[in-house]
């Protein structure tokens, strides 16, 4: 399975984006990572394959909201109330596997990134 990430682009802090990510086959949960600059990659959020439950970091709860179209083998990542620290690039990521996990090795399949730069 390909995974196709877009959206990314620079806004201003307050703003919105919304990250869409397209697979090119049937996956189970799929989620979004994030790695800033001279940073570790850290997970941002996760959405069972119903879109039944979905799970976010803690810095993002609240203002992101993760989302699917199983019909379209899609994810989307809604980024509201950027913040400068949000800039980073942005990883859509796919399970093969069903489960709920938010470490980088419980994810089987990952797209290319999408650049987010928020500016203050």
């Known amino acids: 399975v390909q995974l196709q990430a877009s959206g990314g682009g620079l806004v201003q802090a307050g703003g919105s984006l919304r990250l869409s990510c397209a697979a090119s086959?049937?996956?189970?949960?799929m989620g979004w990572f994030r790695q800033a600059p001279g940073k570790e990659r850290e997970f941002v959020a996760h959405i069972t394959w119903s879109g039944g439950s979905t799970y976010y970091a803690d810095s993002v709860k609240g203002r992101f909201t993760i989302s699917r179209d199983n019909a379209k083998n899609a994810v989307y990542l809604q980024m509201n109330s950027l913040k400068p620290e949000d800039t980073a690039v942005y990883y859509c990521?796919?399970?093969?596997?069903?489960?709920?996990?938010?470490?980088?090795?419980?994810?089987?399949?990952w797209g290319q990134g999408t650049l987010v730069t928020v500016s203050s």
């Open positions: 990521t796919a399970r093969n596997v069903p489960g709920v996990v938010t470490t980088i090795g419980g994810y089987t399949y």
């Open positions: 086959g049937r996956t189970y949960g």
